[in-house]
């Protein structure tokens, strides 16, 4: 494996949950935390430095005053931006979390050019799109993380639902990562058996409707969004990258002629390997799916007009 070194820009929770999980699983050979308030960082940094004296693979978990401090790094995890509050406009929390993400895609430029980044920050396809014309980097090295968590999210109830072992389950999620994504049940299996050969029809039902509210799930019981899945789902795809695995994951990549969409971003299953996407994987798609996938492309499309309206590419 390449242990390489992993930038994470955001030390929140979901920042911070990804380091921690990367360095105990050893998976990079070193982290820098950059957060812009400078001693969340710092102390985070310290703290889980400290908890790699159990871990089997040493890792060197450092952190990053400012921007310039993080270079070389072979992957960028960017987890920054502000969640929606109260009076908020969607339009107002795209033109925040946008400036947010243009600043850290040119400073990322500037000093880990030949960096892979992994978007997180939401809305996470839009930002995903932006940070890639905004870098001018190919569509392979820009990569939002979207379903690779929904996934997760899928095959747990999958998991409760059948009563086998979760890592038993492959389960795939395609589209928005967001309220327009679509849980694919034929791309999803057990041990490589269709999930309809285990569950029934109402609940394959179930199963799809407790995916899609995943993430609102969460927030209603904790009053804040997930970290321990999304830090998973994220080290899974360093690792995919790292280690040059080959995996298929789902991820929300720039379209250029894939399944009818052009210069726009959609959650479909990719082959993650050490430059990034190695392929984009089309499925063949019933008019059904397809046309859920077009409802997440108007989605995405409309959040990204707004910000072109609004001169945040210029």
């Known amino acids: 494996m390449n242990r390489g070194k992993v930038g994470i820009i955001g030390a929140g929770f979901v920042g911070a949950s990804t380091a921690y999980t990367l360095a105990m699983l050893g998976i990079a050979r070193e982290i820098v935390l950059y957060d812009i308030i400078a001693d969340v960082a710092i102390g985070k940094a310290i703290d889980i430095g400290q908890a790699t004296n159990f871990s089997s693979k040493?890792?060197?978990?450092?952190?990053?005053?400012?921007?310039?401090?993080?270079?070389?790094c072979d992957i960028v995890v960017v987890t920054a931006g502000v969640p929606r509050k109260d009076g908020m406009s969607r339009s107002d929390l795209l033109m925040i979390n946008a400036k947010i993400v243009k600043e850290i895609t040119n400073n990322i430029n500037r000093y880990s050019p030949e960096a892979i980044i992994i978007c997180v920050s939401n809305p996470l396809d839009v930002m995903t799109y932006l940070m890639h014309h905004i870098s001018g980097l190919g569509r392979d090295r820009v990569i939002g993380m979207a379903g690779a968590l929904d996934g997760a999210r899928m095959a747990h109830y999958i998991a409760q639902k059948s009563s086998v072992n979760s890592s038993k389950v492959d389960a795939m999620v395609l589209g928005?990562?967001?309220?327009?994504?679509?849980?694919?049940?034929?791309?999803?299996?057990?041990?490589?058996?269709?999930?309809?050969?285990?569950?029934?029809a109402s609940d394959i039902e179930d199963i799809i409707e407790d995916t899609q509210k995943g993430g609102a799930t969460i927030v209603q019981h904790l009053g804040t969004s997930a970290y321990y899945a999304p830090a998973r789902a994220i080290s899974a795809m360093v690792e995919a990258i790292l280690d040059d695995s080959k995996m298929i994951i789902s991820s929300s990549v720039v379209l250029d002629g894939e399944y009818g969409y052009k210069d726009t971003t959609l959650g479909v299953p990719v082959i993650l390997g050490k430059n990034g996407v190695e392929e984009i994987i089309e499925l063949d798609l019933d008019s059904d799916t397809k046309a859920k996938l077009d409802k997440s492309v108007s989605s995405i499309q409309e959040n990204i007009e707004i910000l072109k309206s609004n001169g945040i590419f210029g």
């Open 58 to 72: 040493s890792t060197v978990v450092n952190y990053a005053i400012e921007p310039k401090n993080m270079v070389g």
């Open 176 to 200: 928005e990562h967001g309220d327009n994504m679509t849980p694919y049940i034929k791309g999803s299996s057990i041990s490589g058996i269709p999930i309809s050969q285990f569950i029934g």
